[in-house]
């Protein structure tokens, strides 16, 4: 699998703004500057969600790729991400679970469940093969 072609797909369609990269792996930081290439509209940053500081910043846009939340963060990731958005943004959860696993299924679950306690109206979006695709914006 590369590693940040969602990025360099994003950035590729992108007419204004930048792109916050964030991951907890600094090797995956890496592959997403190398799938990227040098560009000004990138800002990565190698570190978790719930130890990063954005000093009141806020995006209008958040898509996070195969990360399962619900597993690490419990309830505590939905108003993390709520609080990061501005009024009008959204976001999107792509996930990509392992076969003949149930792991997609307690992803869907878990999240609509989640985003909608946390005052999200989110929905299913149909993908393609076993990606499951969540967008939802605030209420």
Partial sequence: MRHGVAVRLVL???????ITALDRSEKM????KASVGPSER?????EALEEADFAGETFDAIFAVNVDFN????????PMLKALL???GRLVLA???PPDTGKGH???GRSLERLEQAGFDAV???AHGRITLIRATLK
């Fill in 86 to 88: 501005k009024p009008t």
């Fill in 29 to 32: 930081i890496e592959a997403v």
């Fill in 106 to 108: 307690a992803f869907i």
């Fill in 124 to 126: 299913l979006l149909p």
């Fill in 71 to 78: 597993l690490r963060l419990g309830t505590r990731w939905p």
């Fill in 95 to 97: 996930f990509d679970p």
């Fill in 12 to 18: 590729d369609q992108l007419e204004t703004g930048a």
């Fill in 42 to 46: 990138l800002r990565t940053r190698a």
